[in-house]
């Protein structure tokens, strides 16, 4: 490539959204990279974006990526014969309040305080600074219309009746909320338009209500009483909180389905012209596992299958509203999770119905081994993306951030997105090098217990799993593998030689051990992984 094309890309890449509309508008042309074809189309609008996240599914619980699957998943396989599947994509963390942080910054959540906690109840403030610039804020400052609809669990604020604000994981914390005020810190103060949501986890939670925009108009009005809930190994996992009564434990996600519906329908017919976010965050399938009426039963393995299920079919209705609506062929879908299978999830699965929600991976939620954060990650984009594709391209969930950016050619400053890298490349079919220097993970503890992978190399600097006690734990003592190399501090596995994480290289590759350590050292000393602007190849020359 030489160094006059490099400039123009540079300039190119530089141009705001109205002057690149002008360009694609004037000539609708194709330039090689490479050799590589590229092709600009003449329409001038951006592509709209549908971003789903599944709440512990796991790679293995999605027919397309563990041929032994025992629950259907038809929508999650077509979605990934229509587009691209990614082998080799991670959660940033191995629990969901700091990955979905980083999915909405670009940014690990360990690098900020409180970054390794999962909130409950009233609990907060918001992990995302008021100045921040996010995944939201940034398509809004490109004129996209933005929605989020489900579980945000980044923290919010509410505040009591003498407007102080309340940051406790507590019933009593619930029970002291001020319902006609305003609530702080969530979607609508981090770059959306529209919310309707929950606060955690909306099942589990000791708040059981629905926020719409900044408020709850339905309140609470009294404990939930768990007598009238399933009963079965994947229901006990809900604390006995406060609930509305229009909140239905076993309907959640067909609300949030009708919201986002609802959303899209209103917007294209409002606003045809203009694109449009989503961020869908769905219950399914987090424990406890509670199946729609219309799910239960549907599948011939039990009530977390039927769960899966579920989620399948949610993410079908939004592909066939798409369709209906006439926007499909122009909007960026991405389907995906926050982090691998629970505990529960995993051991009953395997046991009672044959079927291994991390195959063929080692680990679970909140273990820093693979089963704890590779996820399903599957993208369509029709036109751009070739039909039936796969990657095997390390790839984050922090990288949905620069990668959109690239695709609107938004300039994005050196103090926002520090760990996000465009997989653009990728989805066009043109990458030929690693995109990602190196990618970093957190565990269940935050900056205490964190990983770097390096091509095949990753080395958990740290010992155990990094956040469920095999020794201690019943459920998961039978899965314990032996440490071949206890003396070391660490782990060092070869992924390429060893993808079950059984051999322990600490110490016979103590050179490899000691290259990671000290790039982990320099990207926590930094606070970033992306390169500043200047440091990037070709972007002054």
Not at 501 to 513: F, G, I, Q, R
């Amino acid at each position: 490539m030489t160094k006059a094309f490099v400039s123009m890309l540079s300039v190119f890449l530089r141009l705001n959204l109205a002057q690149l509309a002008v360009i694609v508008s004037i000539a609708s042309t194709a330039f090689a990279i490479d050799g590589a074809q590229v092709s600009l189309t003449n329409t001038s609008q951006p592509p709209n974006i549908v971003l789903i996240v599944a709440d512990d599914l796991g790679y293995g619980d999605v027919g397309c990526y563990n041929p032994q699957s025992r629950i259907p998943t038809p929508n999650l396989d077509q979605l990934a014969l229509d587009g691209m599947r990614f082998t080799d994509a991670h959660s940033p963390c191995t629990v969901c309040t700091p990955t979905r942080y980083s999915l909405m910054t670009g940014q690990m959540a360990f690098r900020v305080p409180n970054g390794g906690r999962v909130f409950t109840g009233a609990g907060g403030p918001s992990l995302i600074a008021t100045d921040r610039m996010t995944l939201p804020k940034m398509l809004h400052e490109q004129g996209y219309s933005t929605a989020c609809v489900g579980k945000w669990h980044i923290g919010v604020t509410f505040y009591d009746k003498d407007d102080k604000p309340i940051h406790k994981d507590s019933p009593e914390a619930v029970e002291s909320i001020d319902y006609t005020r305003r609530i702080d810190g969530g979607p609508l103060d981090c770059g959306f338009d529209q919310f309707f949501g929950t606060a955690c986890c909306p099942t589990t939670d000791w708040l059981y209500a629905y926020i719409d925009g900044d408020r709850i108009p339905v309140p609470p009005t009294g404990l939930l009483d768990k007598t009238r809930l399933p009963k079965h190994p994947y229901a006990n996992d809900n604390r006995r909180g406060w609930q509305a009564p229009d909140f239905d434990l076993e309907e959640v996600d067909m609300k949030f389905l009708e919201r986002s519906q609802q959303f899209l329908r209103q917007h294209v017919k409002e606003t045809p012209n203009k694109p449009f976010f989503l961020y869908h965050a769905t219950q399914a399938v987090h424990l406890p596992s509670f199946p729609g009426r219309d799910f239960k039963g549907k599948t011939q393995s039990g009530p977390h299958g039927d769960f899966i299920f579920e989620f399948d079919q949610v993410v079908g209705e939004l592909m066939k509203t798409l369709d209906e609506l006439d926007v499909a062929d122009n909007t960026l879908l991405i389907v995906t999770s926050d982090n691998g299978p629970e505990v529960t999830s995993v051991v009953h699965m395997r046991h009672d119905h044959n079927h291994d929600p991390s195959r063929p991976w080692r680990g679970v939620k909140r273990d820093n081994w693979e089963g704890g954060h590779r996820v399903p990650f599957i993208v369509r984009w029709p036109g751009k993306i070739k039909a039936g594709s796969t990657s095997d391209q390390i790839t984050s969930l922090c990288d949905v951030f620069m990668t959109t950016a690239e695709i609107l050619a938004a300039q994005v400053p050196d103090n926002a997105a520090e760990d996000s890298f465009s997989f653009l490349p990728v989805l066009l079919g043109q990458d030929r090098e690693p995109i990602r220097p190196y990618l970093l993970q957190q565990a269940f503890f935050g900056a205490k217990n964190l990983a770097i992978r390096r091509g095949q190399w990753k080395y958990l600097a740290h010992k155990g799993s990094g956040g469920n006690n095999y020794e201690t734990n019943a459920e998961l003592k039978p899965y314990a593998l032996p440490d071949t190399a206890p003396a070391a501090a660490g782990q060092l596995f070869d992924l390429k030689r060893d993808p079950g994480e059984t051999t322990n290289l600490a110490l016979k590759h103590s050179d490899v051990v000691d290259e990671l350590e000290a790039l982990l050292k320099q990207s926590l000393a930094s606070g970033r992984s992306r390169p500043l602007a200047d440091e990037q190849p070709g972007l002054n020359e």
